[in-house]
């Protein structure tokens, strides 16, 4: 498996926000959250995390799209909760900044499955390897 850690994101310009939040800023400000079916109740893994904790906050937006999500926080004062590596690819592009959140949220951890019948078929064999490379060097 591999991890990765979860970042808070904000707009580049966003100046009510430093390197990193504290809570009564988190609690204050606006979010835009990401969720994984069409249902909005069932958010991302670090989405899911805060609500389980009870931690209040003001959302204002949802997106299944997390590839779209940090291009949302422009010309607003959102926060949202995003995997590490991938906020580091595209900062440049989505004109945003990484902050550290109030709290700490476990890593999110990626596993590769696959079905035992394929356990050694030759393709499945060669691609595991390379895949997880991959995962580990985003």
């Known amino acids: ?16 926000v430093n390197e990193r939040l504290t809570r009564e800023q988190y609690e204050a400000l606006p979010h835009l959250v ?5 249902q909005p109740d069932i958010y991302s893994f670090a989405d899911d995390f805060v ?4 931690i209040p906050r003001r959302i204002i937006g949802a997106t299944a799209n997390f590839l779209l999500a ?7 004062n959102a926060v ?12 440049d592009a989505a004109q ?16 590769l499955v696959w079905n035992p019948r394929h356990q050694n078929d030759p393709p499945a064999v060669w691609m595991r390897p390379r895949l997880r490379e991959i995962a580990l060097n985003l």
């Open 96 to 111: 945003i900044k990484l902050l550290e959140p109030p709290f700490e949220i476990p890593p999110v951890e990626f596993d």
């Open 70 to 76: 940090p291009f949302m926080l422009q010309q607003t």
């Open 1 to 16: 498996n591999a991890g990765d850690t979860v970042t808070e994101l904000a707009a580049a310009g966003n100046d009510l």
């Open 80 to 91: 949202l909760l995003l995997q590490e590596r991938f906020a580091l690819r595209i900062r």
């Open 34 to 38: 990401t969720f994984v079916r069409p």
């Open 51 to 54: 609500y389980k904790m009870n």
